[in-house]
């Protein structure tokens, strides 16, 4: 059954679609907001809980809280490594003219410039930060990491013969399900998670179709250079969320298979 259909040429639409991918058009805002309850973001389920499908066979789509918790996740990271790239030049300039293979002076201009990017990106990883809702599996993945550092640690003290057998014994039962209950919530969450990358990568594709089915609505004089600009630039920031959602996807499914 189709919840959903555009307005303007009456095509089934997916879940927090900004544009019909269909015809172009820009979906009213508020269309997507009446949902019954089961149809409530993926957060709202306990772990261990599916993605159902329909009778259709459709997965229900992927919440935009979801794609946006992703998207940041991803950004941080590039964010990180531009950052350690711009301290990493600015040492590089200052030995060199420590050493005079360059003039203070040309390296002041390049210096100034970095350092204002530096500024530009910090802030806005601090805006980043902020934002998004927490996405289960990578807290599971700190509690099994955590608790495999205190279950080494508690080796330590065994061969150390700073504690009983009896306390070694309790403490090493409960580090050893606290590890091997959060594998188990791991394994579930990435069933879901495969669904995720499955649908991020058909609705990339068609975001991206949408991108130049607009170019095409421009060209053949439908939209209006300003109506084109305001919907391109929209479009564009969206495709990139998604992309740095996917990449981050695939980045985690690929560390914990």
Same mark, same amino acid.
């Given at each position: 059954?189709?919840? %959903?259909?555009?307005? /303007?040429?009456? +095509?089934?639409?997916?879940?927090?679609?900004?544009?019909?991918?269909?015809?172009?058009?820009?979906?009213?805002?508020?269309?997507?907001? !009446?949902?019954?309850?089961?149809?409530?973001?993926? %957060?709202?389920?306990?772990?261990?809980?599916? /993605?159902?499908?329909?009778?259709?066979?459709?997965?229900? #789509?992927?919440?935009?809280?979801?794609?946006?918790?992703?998207?940041?996740?991803?950004?941080?990271?590039?964010?990180?490594?531009?950052?350690?790239?711009?301290?990493?030049?600015?040492?590089?300039?200052?030995?060199?003219?420590?050493? $005079?293979?360059? #003039?203070?002076?040309?390296?002041?201009?390049?210096?100034?410039?970095?350092?204002?990017?530096?500024?530009?990106? !910090?802030?806005?990883?601090?805006?980043?930060?902020?934002?998004?809702? #927490?996405? #289960?599996?990578?807290?599971?993945?700190?509690?099994?990491?955590?608790?495999?550092?205190?279950? @080494? +640690?508690?080796?330590?003290?065994?061969?150390? $013969?700073?504690?009983?057998?009896? @306390?070694?014994?309790?403490?090493? $039962?409960?580090?050893?399900?606290?590890?091997?209950?959060?594998?188990?919530?791991?394994?579930?969450?990435?069933?879901?998670?495969?669904?995720?990358?499955?649908?991020?990568?058909?609705?990339?594709?068609?975001?991206?179709?949408?991108?130049?089915?607009?170019? /095409?609505?421009?060209? @053949?004089?439908?939209?209006?250079?300003?109506? %084109?600009?305001?919907?391109?630039?929209?479009?564009?920031?969206?495709?990139?969320?998604?992309?740095?959602?996917?990449?981050?996807?695939?980045?985690?499914?690929?560390?914990?298979?």
């Amino acid at each position: 059954m189709v919840d %959903y259909r555009c307005p /303007v040429c009456g +095509k089934p639409v997916l879940q927090n679609f900004k544009f019909c991918k269909s015809c172009g058009a820009r979906l009213p805002k508020n269309m997507f907001k !009446k949902k019954d309850k089961s149809s409530s973001d993926i %957060y709202s389920s306990s772990f261990g809980t599916e /993605v159902v499908e329909s009778k259709s066979h459709e997965v229900e #789509p992927m919440d935009s809280n979801v794609v946006h918790s992703l998207a940041i996740k991803g950004r941080l990271i590039i964010i990180d490594k531009e950052m350690e790239e711009i301290l990493e030049e600015i040492e590089n300039l200052e030995e060199r003219v420590k050493v $005079g293979l360059i #003039p203070k002076e040309d390296a002041k201009d390049r210096v100034n410039e970095l350092n204002k990017r530096f500024v530009t990106i !910090k802030i806005e990883k601090k805006k980043l930060a902020k934002g998004g809702a #927490p996405i #289960p599996i990578f807290d599971l993945m700190e509690k099994k990491e955590t608790s495999k550092e205190r279950l @080494t +640690k508690l080796e330590g003290l065994k061969r150390d $013969g700073t504690i009983s057998s009896k @306390t070694y014994d309790k403490m090493r $039962g409960e580090y050893k399900s606290t590890i091997a209950d959060a594998e188990r919530q791991i394994t579930q969450e990435l069933i879901k998670m495969e669904n995720w990358k499955n649908q991020l990568k058909k609705e990339l594709a068609q975001k991206r179709e949408l991108l130049e089915t607009l170019f /095409v609505r421009k060209s @053949t004089g439908e939209l209006s250079e300003k109506e %084109y600009n305001e919907q391109r630039e929209e479009l564009t920031e969206e495709i990139k969320d998604w992309e740095a959602a996917f990449e981050e996807l695939k980045k985690t499914l690929k560390k914990l298979k």
